[in-house]
């Protein structure tokens, strides 16, 4: 069946997130400076010619005018030079209120728009369903049925399969690892250490109301519980309240404690 005859296009050419684009001429020379008129080209199929950028630009005017301007327009939302710029789309309805559209992010001059949240579960779900059906066609593959001793396992195959993989592995060259950039050690940190800076999270404020004590009886039970101390204190450094016990061990010349403890008359 021919789609074209249905008037359905392919995907392919519907949906943004499958194509790129990058100009080799400007990749040399792209830096925070010109990265918008990089993404301004007339070939770059992500850019709207009717927007409010497009304007200012026929006019020579500043950015800084699309702040007072009402309708579609391209920011730079973030960038990590020299390999990452990050432009977004968005509809501006007043100086101070804008809706976002879309976003796309530049990696070393090729450009890309970043995938919506539902595209995100339906490719994650995708990927999840077919390895589940894989893995459950290889372990059937591995079953079999006997009429006297039923079902069982046979991974003779499996394992001539993974020594003859094994051999083949430890005849290949190694492979030299590249030391990682800091750009592929942060990936995606800076990206959120911002957002998260922009938008801090609410912090609780606990007080003694919110927790039910009144200041009124807090600062009661404070003085009370000096006062109460200060007491204690005064009894235990008064002279005359301790009581001192006899020392059995030893007494002056005259003393009961002299005799032994078997001849002690008892009163």
């Not at 400076?33 to 080209?41: A, H, L, T, W």
């Not at 770059?44 to 006019?59: H, K």
């Not at 690892?177 to 959120?192: G, K, N, T």
Request: glycine content about 6%; charged content about 20%; some cysteine.
């Amino acid at each position: 069946m021919n789609p074209g005859r249905l008037g359905l296009a392919p995907l392919v050419q519907e949906n943004p997130l499958w194509i790129s684009w990058h100009d080799s001429n400007w990749i040399p020379v792209l830096n925070p400076g010109n990265v918008m008129d990089y993404f301004s080209e007339k070939s770059n199929p992500f850019y709207d010619r009717t927007c409010n950028n497009e304007i200012v630009r026929m006019q020579r005017q500043s950015l800084e005018l699309l702040n007072n301007m009402t309708g579609v327009e391209y920011i730079p939302l973030h960038v990590q030079d020299p390999i990452l710029y990050v432009i977004r789309k968005q509809h501006r309805h007043s100086p101070t209120e804008a809706t976002p559209m879309a976003d796309y992010y530049i990696i070393a001059g090729t450009v890309y728009q970043a995938p919506d949240l539902a595209s995100v579960f339906n490719s994650r779900i995708l990927s999840t369903v077919h390895h589940l059906q894989t893995a459950f066609d290889e372990a059937s593959s591995y079953s079999r049925y006997h009429p006297s001793k039923g079902y069982s396992w046979d991974f003779s195959s499996n394992k001539a399969i993974a020594e003859k993989t094994k051999t083949q592995t430890k005849k290949e060259a190694p492979v030299k690892e590249e030391p990682s950039s800091i750009f592929q050690r942060q990936r995606v940190d800076m990206l959120l250490g911002d957002l998260l800076r922009k938008f801090p999270l609410p912090l609780p404020q606990m007080t003694n109301n919110a927790a039910g004590v009144n200041p009124s009886d807090a600062s009661n039970a404070s003085n009370n519980h000096s006062g109460a101390a200060g007491e204690g204190d005064h009894v235990g450094t008064d002279p005359t309240l301790i009581k001192q016990e006899p020392n059995e061990g030893g007494g002056g010349r005259g003393s009961n404690n002299d005799a032994p403890a078997e001849k002690k008359m008892k009163l």
